[in-house]
């Protein structure tokens, strides 16, 4: 998942990010960690937080 990424060039926080999506905040880290598979509802929360198409964030491809 490119979430990280995707946070980084917005230059949001995992925090800020979190807050945005209305997800908990200990939540985003641990996606990005890859400790825990995101469900579909978190990932179009997240998308929108982003301002990308939920695809985006599954996107592995350079």
Request: proline share 3%.
């Amino acid at each position: 998942m490119r979430l990280r990424e995707l946070r980084l060039e917005r230059g949001l926080s995992q925090e800020k990010l979190a807050e945005i999506a209305n997800v908990h905040r200990n939540y985003v880290g641990v996606l990005e960690r890859g400790n825990q598979s995101a469900s579909l509802d978190a990932i179009c929360k997240l998308a929108f937080a982003l301002g990308v198409k939920p695809a985006e964030l599954l996107n592995t491809l350079p």
